[in-house]
C-alpha cells in the first residue's frame, strides 16, 4: 500500500521573519526554509509529495492502491479511483465519462482543507498536473491560470511583472482553484475574501459539458460557481484581478485587552491588515498590523531585536522546569521525553509550545501556563519588520490541529458595530467559566464583503456594495502535538466540547456562520446536523445553489459525504 499525504511542508522563524522560497522541482514538495537569528531550520508537516502524480497509469487514474490524509491527518481516504488529468482535454474527457458512467470524482486540489471535504472513497480527481501559468496581461493586471496553481507558484510567475496577488491565507500551498472555491481569507477591513479576485473562469461541468463564466457571461452563475465548493463543476482556469508588487512595513505588538477595545476602530481604519491573537488565561493579544511602504519610509524607532535566545526563554525555561520531575496526575506516556530536553535549544517557538501542550494538553491549568508563556514570548517578539507582501501576511499557524473558523458581520469600516470584540469578550469568558484547554492563540481577521454568493461574508451584499461592509472571522483551535492515539482521541472529544460551547453561546447571538473548510459534519448528532442545515439555509441562497447543481450535475457524480450531509 502506497501513502500518500498531501505536501504542506512549511517554516517558520520564531521571530518575525519572513518566508524564503527554496528552488526545487515541478510536481516534487517544496520545503519553505527560513532563518532564525543565523540558523536555518526546516519543519516537515504532515506530508505527501505531489511527485507521486508522476506514476499515473495511461488512462490518468489509479484504482485504490492510494490512500489520503490531510495535514493534520485528521481525515484520511482510499479512494476507489483517482484520475489526474494532465491537459483540459483530458479534464474534458474524464469529467463526461464519469457522468455517462455516474462514477464518483470528488475534486481536491492541495488537499488542505481541515475538514477533508475534497475526500471521496469512491473517487476522486485531481488537479495538481493541470497547475500552467497561462498569462499574464501586465495592463490588465490580470493572471490566467490553470486551477491547480499553487498559490505560491503563481506568485512567483507575477514577480517579474511587478504584479502580485490581492491577499493571502496563511499558507501558499494551496491551489488556486481549492483557494477559491472555499471562499479562503486573508486580513484587510477593505480586502474581500479571495473569491473576489476571480474575474472569470472556465467550469467543466458534467451535464453542459465547459462553460466560460464571467460578469458579462451568465453573471449569476459566475457569482455562484466563485465558492462552488466543487458541487458545479470542476474549475479548470481562472483569471484573476492582480495588484501592482508591494512592500509592506509590519507591525507586531503586545496590548491589553482593554487596550484593544479602546484603540480598536482606530486599528480598523488606519490600517491596510490586522490581525489580533488573542491568549486565553492573560490579559495579552498580539496585534500585527501591515501597511504599504516605499523605500525610502521612514521605520519607526523601536528597541534594539531581542536574541533568539532571549526571546524563546519563556518556553525554554518552563520546560526545564519539568526537566527530572513528574506532575501530579501526568501519566507515563505524557511525562517529557530525555530527548526533547536535549532539543530543546533548537527547537522553534511553536515547536516548543507543542512539546509543552503535549505534556497535559486538557489540563486547562497548564495550558493557562503556557499561554501565558506564549504571551511573553510575543513580548519580546515586538517591533517592526518590511519586506514584500507576499512574505510577510503568510504566518505560522502552528502544527497539526483541530480548527473552527467562523464568520460574522460587524457593521462597515465607517461605522463598526463592535460585534467583533463583543464576540470575543464572550467568548473568552465562556472559555475561563468552563475551563476550556484553549490554547493561544485565537486568531481574529477582518475582511470586507463578498459579491459571491456562497461565500461567508456575502450576507449583506444585496442590500448595497459587499465591499462597503465589514466581516469579522475567529478561528479556535486544539492543537494535536502527540503521535499517541489516545491522547489525540481525548483531545479531538474536548474539542467537540469546545465547538459546542461555540455554538450553543455564540452562532445565533453574532449570525455566525463556519468557514466551508471547517465543517465538520459527520461529527454531528442529527439533532446538530439539523441545526447546522437550518443556519446554512439561513444565511446562504441555499436553494438556488441546489437547483444549479442539479442542472450542471444531475448525477451528482461531484458530491460526498460532506456535500450530502451538508447542503442535503
Known sequence: MRLFAFLLTKARSATLGGFQNAQVPRHLPKTFAVLAGAAAAYHTWYALPAAACQQVAHEGHHDGENEFANWSATHKVRPQQLFEPETIEDLQRVVAQCHATGQKIRVVGSGLSPNGMAFSSQGMLSTVLLDDIISVDKEKQQVTVQAGARVQQVVEALRPHDLTLQNFASIREQTMGGFTQVGSHGSGATIPPVDEQVVSMKLVTPAQGCLDLSQEQDPELFHMARVGLGCLGVVAELTLQCVPSHQLLQHTQVMTRQQVHEQHKQLLQKNRHLRYMWLPYTDAVVVVTGNAYKEGDKVPASPAPATQDHQLAPFRELLHSLCGKVRQGVSPDQELPSQTMENVDRMSGTELR??????????????????????????????????????????????????????????????????????????????????????????????????????PASAAAEEGDSQDYLFSWVGIIMYLPTENERQRAAITKRFKDYVTLCKQELFQKYAAVEHWAKIEPAELTSKELKLLQKRLYNHYPMADFNVARKRLDPKSILSNEFVDLVLG
Open 354 to 455: 507543542d512539546h509543552l501542550l503535549a505534556i497535559d494538553p486538557l489540563d486547562h491549568l497548564w495550558v493557562a501556563r503556557v499561554n501565558q508563556a506564549e504571551a511573553e514570548w510575543w513580548k519580546r517578539c515586538e517591533g517592526y519588520q518590511r519586506g514584500w507582501s507576499d512574505w510577510l501576511l503568510g504566518f505560522d499557524c502552528g502544527g497539526q490541529q483541530w480548527v473552527l473558523e467562523t464568520c460574522f458581520p460587524c457593521g462597515t469600516v465607517k461605522q463598526p458595530s463592535g460585534a467583533d470584540l463583543q464576540y470575543m469578550e464572550d467568548l473568552l469568558n465562556k472559555i475561563e467559566a468552563a475551563k476550556m484547554p484553549a490554547p493561544s492563540p485565537i486568531e481574529q481577521r477582518w475582511t470586507c464583503g463578498s459579491a459571491s454568493h456562497m461565500s
